[in-house]
């Protein structure tokens, strides 16, 4: 547990805080702008060997390394946001995007789904007032700060970015709800009504918002805690996470588990007489599933902890959040 400070931490900086959503809401207009006007793949030779001619690499952007590697730099017009040092865009972040320039003869337009000649239409979404999501939000700034903050950042990034002319049309949609029904409906409200080309987030405790969305070619971005990575690979490439899957995250926590506290007495339990037992005992608690999104996780915890001497003296499948 970490002590109490005479005065608390400073906060992030807005960048650091705010950064990464905007970011994101701006990088995937570069993706969107130059997609191909066709995406059909052409394998060409035999042997195993095989051309992009004619798929859908040949028309993404020339990247600054990769001209940089080529000896071509001079061949492409990188833009006045370049910075030549790094090969990345002038923003004081570690999320600055490489340099692009587009290739030549590719043309723009509506290339895809939500993508016009000058508009890409995005959805933001803002989580249902049941979902646990929302419970955790209203702990940090407030949603009026966090709309403000990140509009703010749009429009730096949106003249900083390479959008190739268009500019981003953000449609806030709030939750119906956190339920499957709930969430496949918003999912079809975004995919059909509103014609987005991606959603921004999604709810936190249920799978189907995404699912949905992958269905109709949606792309969905930081699409709730629900997500397991079979999900994401199932639903490539239209599902993207922006932290670890819980598979990624289970691997180090188990890491630190095995490593510093396996095996180890529980000399900091709150309880007098638990810390005078000799080995720490381990638990596992989770929301309810159904069905359950998460089996798969567990398997890999239990074959994974279980080679290496960890085992869960209880783990109960079906706790409520309203318990």
């Known amino acids: 547990m970490t002590p109490r400070t005479a005065t608390p931490p400073p906060k992030p900086s807005v ?6 959503l905007a970011i994101v809401l701006v990088a995937i207009a570069l993706v969107a702008g130059i997609s191909s006007t066709g995406r059909d793949q052409v394998a060409t030779g035999s042997g195993g060997s095989s051309s992009t001619a004619g798929s859908a690499a040949s028309k993404l952007p020339i990247q600054f390394k990769q001209a940089q590697r080529d000896g071509k730099i001079a061949d ?19 999320y600055a995007p490489p340099c692009v320039a587009a290739r030549a003869g590719v043309k723009g337009g509506a290339t895809g789904k939500g993508v016009t ?14 979902d646990l999501s ?15 903050t990140a509009a703010k950042l749009l429009e730096m990034l949106q003249n900083t970015y390479e959008t190739w002319g268009r500019t981003i049309d953000v449609v806030r949609l709030k939750g119906s709800g ?13 995919a059909e009504e509103i014609k987005a080309f991606a959603s921004l987030g999604g709810p936190g405790q249920e799978s189907a918002y995404a699912e949905e969305l992958a269905r109709r070619k949606v792309l969905c971005i930081g699409c709730g805690l629900a997500l397991p990575d079979s999900a994401l690979q199932d639903n490539a490439p239209y599902l993207w996470g ?15 588990i095995i490593g510093r506290l396996l095996g180890q007495p529980p000399e900091f339990a709150g309880d007098p007489a638990i810390r005078k037992q000799d080995e720490r005992t381990f638990g596992v608690v989770h929301f309810e599933q159904d069905p359950p999104v998460f089996g798969g996780v567990e398997d890999l915890v ?18 409520s959040l309203a318990t």
């Open 302 to 319: 239990s074959k994974e902890g279980g080679a290496r001497g960890y085992k869960a003296a209880v783990n109960p499948a079906a706790v």
């Open 134 to 148: 929302a419970s955790l939000q209203a702990k940090t700034d407030s949603p009026e700060d966090t709309a403000d």
């Open 178 to 190: 956190s339920d499957e029904t709930s969430a496949r409906a918003d999912a079809v409200k975004v």
């Open 76 to 94: 492409f017009d990188f833009g006045p946001n370049c910075d030549p040092a790094t090969g990345r865009l002038k923003i004081p972040s570690i």
């Open 242 to 256: 922006n932290l670890q899957t819980p598979e990624q995250y289970l691997l180090n926590l188990g890491d630190f």
């Open 15 to 20: 960048l650091a805080r705010f950064g990464p």
């Open 117 to 130: 000649a000058d508009r890409i239409t995005v959805v933001v979404y803002e989580a249902a007032d049941d």
